[in-house]
């Protein structure tokens, strides 16, 4: 027999509990109407919302926001209904234009929207039902369907809603028919527009409404147009035509007026593009199809691993962008692992692979991933990450065997690729022993370069890194510096010139494996902002052209091996003087010729004999000139070394043309850009 259950325990609130006498209360006051109370609150301020005007309300349910993101996922709305139709296979091409007057066009040539009386609403055309009702269309049931990327049926009603004016074309049956909406409600009927020949399909012609999202709302044409490609990549069976407005393009690079998207290659096509410029672990990429696509259960990867660049995934369930990921890419991790680590097995290396984790596997990978699934489940509307449990045992069975056979079929180039991936393993786990042992002995120092003079600060806040030419500069700078938060590495001569040297160079190169362990974030996809062991890292060299050409390589080394110390604004170069003026008891330092000159006029008497002197290099400065005139903060001038975020493109060919193994391309860069340009010096 069971026990009584015992008595919950009085709180202050209330002794209520079953069986118990609820004790007197005093009578609760009701506040009068207007102040708040019952009386405020009626049937009458409850309202109900009827057809697209929840979407007008609260766009942000349905599309994530209101933003330029938002403005776009539109287009991704309408163009995923097209790719259903050719993932049906009944389409065969898909257009996308945009006009200069702000609107874009999607046709197809798939079966058309139905335009027959709907069964329930008899008095409309299915076509108005479908672009006017949330939760109507043809993808609840897999039989018309069976795969789509639209599940919700809210999809173009959603796009309808947030259009200012929105037209629908539809061709079937030889005749052509025509309804246009306005802010999500029909301006009229469905028109008849009579007998038409050799068409067929659906045409979607809409402008968003600027009352949603912003006077200055308008699509990208940039955006547009790699989205547009990025589909015809994902179903090599579908041709993409792109027309744009050339006024739309002016100041655009690398968006054309018009183009035609057909990859038969499908994703190996993309991926071959995308890393086209990158070195290799394995020469060959990993591809492959299972299923037909469209149908349900198919997939369809391409993988590369890149030595010398970060890797990225880009996903997609039935032609969706799963931007946050999914089980669709948990189960290409895991295939790819157990892969690996079968065959460090069979090669007898299973011990060292034995810490190996999908991590390790994933860095440095470059990863194309494209899966159809029937009624897939997404976390939220926008459809940004995939949930179905499914799809990670379709991706991994599809992908197990034939990357098997992948390793299997070039011996060599499978153990470099595990020899890459326990790199990184070994990295990963020295990484985090160094982290371990930094907490357990915060005021030890981590085994640095013997010449280097470091700070006695141990955090990154204000602490410096001067990088300096030669042990007798370092000789003064570590005298000058302020040995708290300022540190000297001295380097010896020119170091290599990294965008001529080959990886092998690089790697043996003992100065700059002194100067990357000295910095302590690692480089390429292996950066880390947060073990950056210094704020700023100064680089101070002779104010010559020697010194200048060092100062060159430097950058050059910074640019292509830890490019995010650029971006964050870690790295500067000093600006220290070329000569010494003196006149009796004054005395002031120019930093070039024509410095000189001016301060000769500007500073000193007309008929006073000037006394110059110039610096043949940082070692002959006395300690205390140097600290004055270079490395103390309040006095000295630095230049902040930065990219522009709109001339990047310039910026890598200049430093491949100035650097690189071609000596014409220097010789006729040198000639086109003899004059120099002027820089702005930035006090810190």
């Given amino acids: ?38 009386a405020d609150y009626t049937a009458a301020d409850i309202e109900v919302l009827e057809g697209l005007e929840p979407v007008r309300r609260r766009p942000g349910m349905y599309i994530g926001g209101t933003d330029e993101k938002a403005l776009h996922h539109l287009f991704a709305e309408v163009i995923d209904n097209s790719m259903d139709e050719a993932l049906a296979g009944h389409a065969t091409f898909i257009g996308v234009e945009l006009s200069a007057d702000g609107f874009l066009t999607v046709t197809d040539n798939g079966r058309g929207i139905p335009i027959d009386p709907h069964p329930k609403f008899p008095k409309k055309s299915a076509l108005e039902v479908i672009m006017c009702t949330l939760h109507s269309g043809g993808k609840f049931d897999s039989k018309v369907y069976e795969t789509s990327g639209g599940l919700h049926g809210v999809g173009i009603s959603v796009v309808n809603a947030l259009s200012s004016l929105l037209e629908v074309e539809v061709a079937r049956s030889q005749k052509l028919y025509r309804m246009t909406f306005e802010r999500g409600h029909p301006k009229g009927k469905l028109e008849d527009l009579g007998k038409i020949n050799n068409r067929r399909g659906t045409r979607v012609r809409f402008k968003p409404d600027t009352d949603i999202f912003g006077a200055k709302a308008a699509f990208k044409p940039q955006r547009l147009f790699k989205m547009t490609r990025s589909k015809a990549y994902l179903f090599g069976g579908v041709e993409i035509r792109w027309n744009c407005a050339p006024e739309l393009l002016k100041g655009v690079e690398d968006v054309p007026a018009e183009a035609t998207f057909h990859f038969p290659g499908g994703l190996k096509d993309y991926l071959a593009a995308a890393i086209h410029a990158d070195t290799l672990v394995h020469p060959d990429i990993f591809s492959g199809k299972s299923g037909r696509n469209g149908a349900h259960g198919a997939c369809e990867w391409a993988v590369a691993w890149t030595a010398d660049a970060d890797g990225f995934l880009s996903s997609y369930t039935n032609t969706v962008p799963t931007p946050d990921g999914g089980t669709h890419e948990s189960g290409l991790r895991s295939a790819l692992l157990r892969g690996l680590k079968d065959h460090a097995e069979r090669v007898g290396q299973g011990k ?182 210094y704020q700023r890292i100064i680089i101070m060299t002779d104010a010559d052209v020697d010194g200048a050409h060092i100062a060159s390589l430097l950058i050059t080394f910074f640019y292509q091996q830890m490019r995010p110390l650029i971006d964050q604004g870690h790295l500067f170069l000093a600006v220290p003087p070329l000569y010494k003026l003196t006149h009796g008891s004054k005395s002031v330092y120019a930093r070039d010729d024509a410095h000189k000159e001016a301060l000769i006029k500007s500073e000193f008497n007309a008929n006073a004999k000037v006394e110059v002197n110039r610096f043949k290099g940082l070692g002959e400065m006395m300690p205390a000139q140097l600290k004055e005139t270079t490395m103390d903060p309040a006095r000295r001038t630095l230049l902040k070394v930065v990219l522009l975020a709109d001339d990047r493109d310039t910026t890598a060919d200049s430093v491949e043309r100035l650097m690189g193994t071609k000596a014409e391309a220097r010789f006729a860069f040198i000639s086109d850009k003899a004059e120099f340009a002027s820089e702005e010096m930035l006090d810190v």
């Fill in 1 to 38: 027999m069971s026990k009584p259950l015992k008595k919950p325990a009085k709180s202050k609130d209330t002794d209520l509990f079953e069986g118990a006498e609820p004790k007197p209360r005093a009578p609760v006051k009701v506040a009068s109407r207007g102040t708040g109370g019952e």
């Fill in 352 to 533: 060292r692979a034995a810490s190996v984790t999908s991590e390790d596997v994933m860095v440095g990978a470059a990863v194309m991933l494209s899966v159809f699934v029937r009624e897939p489940e997404f976390q939220g509307q926008t459809k940004d990450r995939l949930a179905t449990a499914e799809a990670q045992r379709i991706v991994e069975q599809a992908m197990k065997d034939p990357f098997d056979h992948w390793l299997s079929g070039n011996p060599n180039m499978a153990n470099r690729l595990l020899d890459f991936v326990v790199d990184r393993a070994e990295e990963r786990l020295r990484r985090r022993q160094e982290k371990e042992t930094a907490r357990k002995t915060a005021g030890k120092k981590l085994r640095l370069p013997g010449k280097l003079a470091d700070c006695s600060d141990a955090g990154t806040e204000g602490s410096e890194l001067f990088i300096v030419e030669g042990d007798s500069a370092g000789g003064s700078a570590k005298q000058a510096r302020d040995r708290k938060t300022q540190a000297v590495l001295p380097l010896r001569g020119k170091i290599l010139n990294v965008a001529s040297a080959g990886k092998d160079k690089l790697a043996a190169n003992a100065q700059l494996s002194d100067l990357v362990q000295a910095i302590g974030c690692g480089m390429l996809a292996q950066y880390r902002e947060e073990d950056l062991r």
